[in-house]
Nanobody, 126 residues
């Protein structure tokens, strides 16, 4: 069974950093994307960043460019999201997800992603 396990969330002050991890198991497809999404209370889930497992192509939503970095460790089947210069508006539940729709994965629409982790809370406040 496909499983995605997220970790690394927590509470930090503005300007601080967190590193989220997403460990993927039970997924047998050769080529896929893993995306990070976040959801604010009462709002739809939105894409933050994504990365392919086969060529390392990445994409970021404008609001996090220059602050967040997505990376992968294929040997560990793990994807990371390094979040620096965090702002209060980054506060959300963060999810990782996987899709084989490689032609549209970069759009980071939640409907394109098939399997999801449980989510991890990120809180940025003084």
């Amino acid at each position: 069974q496909v499983q995605l396990v997220e970790s690394g969330g927590g509470s930090v002050q503005p300007g601080g950093s967190l590193r989220l991890s997403c460990a993927v198991s039970g997924f047998t497809m050769e080529r896929y994307y893993i995306g990070w999404f976040r959801q604010f209370p009462g709002k739809e889930r939105e894409g933050v960043s994504c990365i392919s497992n086969f060529d390392g192509r990445t994409k970021y939503v404008d609001s996090v460019k220059g602050r967040f970095t997505i990376s992968r460790d294929n040997a560990k089947n793990t994807v990371y999201l390094q979040m620096n210069s965090l702002k209060p508006e980054d506060t959300a539940v963060y999810y990782c997800a996987v899709t084989t729709q490689i032609t549209t994965a970069q759009d980071m629409g939640a409907w394109e992603y098939d399997y999801w982790g449980q989510g991890t809370q990120v809180t940025v406040s003084s």
